[in-house]
């Protein structure tokens, strides 16, 4: 095809199907077409699109759906209850090396590829998604049943496996923060090709990158020995965020869960970070040893 009929195409594809496998296929072959023809800044903005396309997946709003995220006591984590907000993270910046797919894999790519315009490629795909951003959530039980039918809205803390709370929450002494989504998180934007939305993952008992991959499950894939967190991301994209952690407005905090070892000193600064939340009837809670049961943490309200 000529550069001509690429844009014909893509023109027609943009009505009828935006977001089809079509439309990722196209502009995928449109750039490397346009850095055969050594017009770069084209083929990165073609790019740029197929990052957009290919990753805003489902745009499900999930309203009513609650979901846990398991911090430390940071000034941080205190700052986004205080204000209302979400901080969003580049994900090679999270703990675990091996959580995310996709830049392993198309680093693997540049290392092994022999053609010129394919690496040319795999540069600007690797520079497009550092622009993505994440936030990791965990539920009790699973966002969508393997039947497909929808999973339960409310969520029960005390149904968390409590390696979450020594894995994430700083060995029991951190918080878990529940959030209920309203119809206002999940959304996207044509024009600035940016979204919010949520990813349920997909565990793996092994990934072999050797054998390919859908861009499609570069997020979503995980190993199974994860399993055990029922995770849930939150993935945002925005061309004009050059920050290496963003900000964004959290959905609607409903619970305050403090962790079984959490000290005094944090237990108020939490209390302090609450109270622009208390119109907002944020309750807290103090996580407990079930007296029948070593092995199981119950929360107890104290707020």
């Not at 600007?124 to 393997?146: D, I, S, Y």
């Not at 939490?270 to 929360?299: F, G, H, T």
């Amino acid at each position: 095809m000529t550069l001509d009929e690429y844009q014909s195409s893509y023109d027609k594809l943009l009505v009828e199907s935006a977001f089809s496998k079509q439309m990722i296929d196209l502009l995928k072959d449109w750039s490397l077409e346009l850095i055969r023809a050594n017009q770069l800044d084209a083929a990165q903005d073609k790019v740029d699109e197929f990052i957009y396309r290919a990753f805003i997946g489902d745009l499900t709003p999930y309203k009513g759906y609650q979901f846990f995220s398991f911090r430390g006591f940071s000034d941080y984590s205190l700052n986004d209850i205080k204000t209302g907000k979400l901080s969003l993270a580049h994900p090679e910046e999270f703990n675990d090396p091996l959580d995310t797919v996709l830049f392993a894999y198309f680093k693997r790519q540049v290392k092994i590829e022999s053609d010129p315009v394919n690496l040319a490629r795999h540069f600007m795909v690797l520079k497009a998604a550092n622009q993505l951003r994440m936030r990791c959530f965990v539920r009790t039980t699973p966002l969508v049943e393997k039947d497909g039918t929808p999973g339960k809205e409310q969520q029960d803390v005390s149904g968390i496996n409590p390696l979450m709370w020594a894995h994430y929450a700083q060995y029991h002494t951190g918080f878990s923060a529940c959030y209920e989504l309203d119809d206002t998180f999940v959304k996207y934007s044509d024009s600035d090709m940016s979204f919010t939305r949520m990813c349920i993952m997909d565990y793996k008992n092994e990934i072999d990158l050797s054998k390919g991959l859908k861009i499609g499950d570069a997020f979503s894939w995980k190993n199974a020995i994860w399993e055990y967190e029922n995770e849930v991301r939150c993935i945002y994209l925005d061309y004009k965020n050059d920050k290496q952690f963003k900000e964004v407005d959290a959905p609607p905090l409903k619970a305050i869960y403090l962790g079984l070892k959490c000290s005094d000193v944090n237990r108020h600064k939490m209390e302090l970070a609450l109270r622009s939340q208390r119109k907002k009837n944020v309750e807290l809670y103090q996580m407990k040893i079930d007296p029948s049961n070593i092995c199981k943490l119950l929360p107890e309200r104290i707020g």
